[in-house]
């Protein structure tokens, strides 16, 4: 009986293997298989991301794969496996949690191919670094807490003793810590006698919805500040906390946000009216995406070594700058 099922095992097995040799020879014989993993594709930055990524893909003749997995870790490592299955010769993924960054950086190493994280950096089970796509998380932080100490001043708010800042964390994801605290850092340098009593740590999940629920909250637990400042990991984050402040009855002008990334900067500034979000780093994800696929084809055509990081850099979009940039960013 064992006997019997190990041969029905064994020949699923051969079949298996002969229709993945099959699909394998049907290929074109110079095309390329890369694969694309990101954690949340409904997202306007990752659906411009891998957006870009597809379209420099066909630049190059690249068959690009491409799986959103809705932060979902097993799916991240099953996704994986099946790219791998499938004969990819690189991925660039964009990990649900970093922790899966020994995990994803064994598994390249073991079936040969090349991997690039985008947006979130991961580490080898020995500390190093795999070949990264992004932004430097600390600096773009360091740049909004600049520009909200900026605003802070010329709004003469440093002779208030009711201002507070809700530093809106999604206190799971490294990055956006790292962000949070590039942020706070550049503000209270810029900004010496501001009281640190006053900062507020806001927990949420990444999504809008999320930081509108918990900024509302903390609205109602603060009634005493009548001035806040907000920043986050993302637009999303801010934008959540100032539509908070709007439903609670603040006026614009007593709200101090900028966000990352310029998701949604449209949101923001399309319908021309006062608004607390006073601007966003905006990075261009497409480049991002497409830059990935760019470095990866190097390192498989032609054997370029896969450089340890590659900086995207950010613009500051404010209402004023907005109309600059509309068409790029309300496309959608």
Known sequence: MKNSLHQRLAGALSLAGLALAVAAGSAKADEIKMGYINKMGEHPWFVSEVGGAKS????????????????????????????????????????????LGPVVAEKAQKAGIK??????????????????????AENIGRQVGAEEAKIYKAQGWDK?????????EDQKADTCMRRNRGAEAAFLEATPNFDKKNIVRIPYDNHMESAITAVTTTLTAHPEAKHWIFYSCNDD??????????????????????????????????????TGFRGT?????????????????ASVKENKPLPTTTYVSADFISAASFPTYKDKLCHK
């Open 56 to 99: 420099e893909a066909a630049k190059l003749g690249v068959a690009l794969m491409s799986q959103d997995v809705q932060f979902n870790a097993d799916l991240a490592l099953t996704t994986f496996d099946t790219m791998v299955g499938d004969g990819v010769k690189a991925i660039a993924i964009v990990v649900p949690d970093r922790a």
């Open 115 to 136: 991997l690039i994280a985008v947006d979130d950096d991961i580490y080898t089970s020995d500390k190093k670094m795999v070949p990264y796509v992004g932004m430097n």
């Open 160 to 168: 208030y003793k009711d201002v507070m800042i809700g530093s809106i």
């Open 237 to 274: 984050g801010v934008l959540g906390a100032v539509r908070a402040t709007e439903n609670q009855g603040y006026s614009p002008d007593d709200v101090i946000g900028v966000g990352i990334d310029g998701s949604r900067a449209c949101d923001a500034f399309g319908a021309g009216k006062p």
């Open 281 to 297: 780093m905006y990075i261009d994800s497409a480049k991002e995406g497409a830059e990935a696929i760019d470095l990866l084809y």
